[in-house]
């Protein structure tokens, strides 16, 4: 069965030229009782078609927040301010309004999440879900949707698809239910998919055939994907670009041979050195690093991670590095940025 023909994106070579998707100094604001929370503090990027950027940090970095602007299911309201542009194949996500919002999550962009529960209904069965995704946003009778919905599930390497149709989420195995998210997310074509710890609630030989799964898609489909992570070593090898994030900021980006073959952010040093080897039982992986990240409601003035780094000098707590402030220097590379005024790997800089 030819399952992914049909699925092949038929875009104009001008469009897939230009990147599809574009962050321009975005920034969240979370409103709490506690103060307000700076949880996404002025991130901007590109991502072309068919590419993967892997975004890396500790648990209360700022990568989900980060995610969910990008997606539109944050903006400003009651609880938080929103600002910078967020375009999507070209469309501005936060001027799109609600309608226009669902549009673009049905067509332009998937999203996979840590818990596949979260995408799944537990009354309705795989068919349904499936079904309902494609039915919203296409003109299809029935039948010709229940057969795309095997068509999904066969691309996303599920036997047996017909039977599948028929089950509900409770009766398959987590790491089918986050197969079958992704063949939700993935049944209008999206020209991007963000994938927010997509491997991280399943067990360590099912997150390689999730992530392989997600990589032969990715070939297949062409679609560009943004993939989040606390571990590095998940998007080791499968990220073309990284960056790496702290306390709400990019602290350091490159291309991953870059930043994984020579770090320059002390922070990204310390991160390589607690990735978890696989191979080893969990009681003698490497602790994680020491120290706890900032209180986001009044952070450090200066660089967010002197209290934590080995390299800490006086200047460092003066004010923020930037992440240009190193190509301002001279002493960084095209395409590799990192906000720290005495990196690691630089030649004594
Ligand atoms: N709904 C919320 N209300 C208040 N604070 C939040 C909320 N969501 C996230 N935060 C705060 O924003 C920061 C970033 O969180 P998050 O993006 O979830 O981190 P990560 O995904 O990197 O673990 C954290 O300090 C977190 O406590
Ligand atoms: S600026 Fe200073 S404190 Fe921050 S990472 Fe670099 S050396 Fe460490
Ligand atoms: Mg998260």
Redesign the pocket.
């Known amino acids: 069965m030819n399952s992914t023909s049909a699925l092949l994106p038929d875009r104009p070579a001008a469009e897939q030229e230009s990147p599809v998707l574009i962050v321009d100094d975005l920034r969240t604001q979370?409103h709490?009782p506690r103060g307000d929370?700076q949880?996404v503090d002025g991130i901007s990027f590109t991502l072309g078609r068919g590419k993967t950027l892997g975004i890396v940090?500790?648990?209360?970095?700022?990568?989900?927040?980060?995610g969910r602007t990008i997606m539109g299911l944050y903006s400003t309201g009651p609880t938080m301010t929103v600002s910078g542009r967020v375009l999507i194949a070209g469309k501005d996500v936060h001027t799109l309004g609600a309608s226009g919002l669902r549009e673009l999550w049905g067509s332009d962009v998937g999203m996979v999440f840590q818990d596949p529960m979260t995408a799944l209904n537990p009354v309705k069965k795989v068919g349904v879900h499936l079904t309902e995704s494609l039915r919203r946003h296409r003109t299809m009778n029935r039948a010709q949707a229940k057969a795309h919905a095997a068509e999904l599930l066969n691309l996303v390497g599920i036997p047996e698809p017909r039977r599948r149709l028929d089950q509900y989420p409770h009766e398959l195995s987590g790491g089918m239910r986050q197969r079958v998210v992704i063949a939700m997310s993935l049944a209008n074509e999206p020209a991007l998919l963000i994938a927010d710890e997509p491997t991280t609630a399943l067990d360590v030989t099912v997150q390689k055939q999730i992530l392989d799964l997600l990589d032969r898609l990715q070939d297949e489909l062409g679609m560009a994907i943004v993939l989040?992570s606390?571990n590095l070593g998940v998007v080791a090898g499968r990220a073309d670009r990284v960056a790496v994030?702290y306390a709400?900021r990019v602290v350091e980006t490159a291309d991953a041979a870059a930043l994984f073959g020579l770090p320059h952010h002390p922070y990204t040093e310390a991160l390589l050195e607690a990735i978890p080897r696989l191979d080893q039982p969990p009681h003698v992986r490497l602790a994680a690093i020491d120290g706890a990240p900032p209180n986001?409601v009044a952070p450090p003035i200066g660089c967010r991670f002197a209290p934590r780094c080995r390299y800490a000098q006086s200047d460092c707590t003066l004010a923020p590095p930037s992440l240009d402030g190193a190509v301002t220097r001279g002493i960084a590379t095209p395409g590799h940025s990192f906000a720290c005024y005495h990196p690691v790997n630089a030649g004594g800089q």
């Open positions: 979370i709490t929370v949880a940090g500790e648990s209360g970095s700022g990568k989900s927040v980060l989040i606390h994030m709400g986001m």
